[in-house]
């Protein structure tokens, strides 16, 4: 099973929402029409979006800036 660990914080800049988990990551495949469109999801709906892989797995970092 994968552990997956999920936190939102509430930062100076904004919502901040952190999803962690033990598995590696890989770069996209050929986009095919039912799946792999989550990427392209999380850019549309945050002002930041970062994957980053680790030692321990993959961590994607997304904010939500607050309107000013």
Known sequence: PVVMVVTVEIVAQGLAVSI?????WRPPRDPAPHRGNGIV???ALCDEVAIIPTQDGTRIEMLEKFAR
Do not use: E, F, N
């Not at 962690?20 to 590696?24: E, L």
């Open 20 to 24: 962690a988990d033990d598995g590696r």
């Open 41 to 43: 999801v999380m850019k």
